[in-house]
């Protein structure tokens, strides 16, 4: 270490990040300094941090990470990263809910409470005019209380909106179809109510029941003629996740993928969140849904997509060039659950996935061979077992797409292995015969099970 005596300005400097791995304490021989020289002090205060972060993540997982999503919260992408790593840890992140919600992500017992500053189109004016409300006088019990308490000038019907269909209010009233339709007359009959307390006129009903309501007295929990919409049925489930998305920028009371999210994780290792560390000319795969599909023409007139996916941990472009697009064009919509293979890209810094093939989840099939532990390591049974999957691999194996899983070990305790891509096999139902008669216990099953 070298004490400073002296300091003088050298005006902008040349400095270059050399990427050495160790001892990067030191000039470059023409003077340089290397932009990634770590003194001591610094080194210890990074050492501290995660020192300090390593341990809150052990001992308080729960706070911690309702911690990193507040301070992520700008940040779609790392929100829905962080979430996935939520559900990973066995920590779930609850929608928003206009009776519990705070500002920030909120810990509760095993759980995480979704923030209302994350909800779209509600400000904070909005935010603390509700809670400062239920602080005041107790939880909502319905939407025409909730219109009736607050002021509709801090928490507007765009914000109204924004908290029904992002989930907020499912504990008051689950169907947020019947909610949207109730909305404009509900705020419609709080407004005039409003005006009347404003002057000091009580509600005819109000009074009919024992006393009206003046400008000094809270608003009655026994509301009278309050207009109703007809009745009508909820939302889809999938027109709920799609409101969701579009409201919080991310799905949260549930996902497309989150059902085949464990066998996903054997059939398809990689998610979208690392897809920037995989190789490049590597065959991979991924379980991912569609949410955007933009079709393109090329100068030759053929057609291609520029395709928007997305899977628990997060988001990437794909493109599928025309001699694939024309192959699965048919696979290629919106909203669509695919296993797909393809191959990073590199580009202009830009990190995206060109599929090559796709397949619905609802299709994905794959061969299931039991080993017993003591068997699986011997090169004999390895050698017949390579030799029966390697026959049917069809024609060209480069287009065989089943996926072959080693089940290793008891019932019990038990340990899945996907074979590598090159014992992938084009037949499952011929394949797993063959595996019979070569006496290896086998079976083919489908990833979704109706």
Known sequence: MVKIVSRQSLGVQPVYDIGVAQDHNFLLADGTVASNCFNKSHSTAYGFVTFQTAYLKANYPVEYMA???????????????????????????????????????????????????????????????????REKDGPFKSLAELCDRIDLHAVNRRALESLILAGALDKINPNRNQLMQHLGLVIDWAQGRAKDREIGQGNLFDMMLGGGETASTPASGGHEGIPEAPKVADF???????????????????HPLKSVQRPARVLAPINLAELGEQPDNVTLSAIVLLSSVKPVMTKKGDQMAIVQIEDLTGQSESVVFPKSFERIKQHIVADKRLMIWGKVDRRDDRVQFIIDDAEPIEDVRMVMVELDPKLAGDIEQQHRLRNVLRNHQGEDPKYARVPVIAVIGTSQQRQFVRLGAQFRVNDPEAAVNALVQANFNAKATPLVVA
Do not use: W
């Not at 489930?237 to 920028?249: A, H, S, T, V, Y």
């Open 67 to 133: 911690a990193l999503l507040t301070s992520n919260s700008g940040d779609q992408d790392k929100v829905q990263m962080h979430i996935a790593n939520c559900i990973a840890m066995g920590i779930e992140v609850l929608p928003p809910d206009i009776n519990r919600s705070l500002v920030d992500f909120t810990p509760e017992d095993r759980n995480i409470l979704f923030g209302l500053s994350a909800v779209r189109n509600v400000g904070l004016g909005a935010i603390e005019c509700l809670i400062k409300e």
């Open 236 to 254: 889809e489930d999938q027109e709920k996740l799609r409101q969701e998305k579009e409201i919080l920028g991310f799905y949260i009371s549930n």
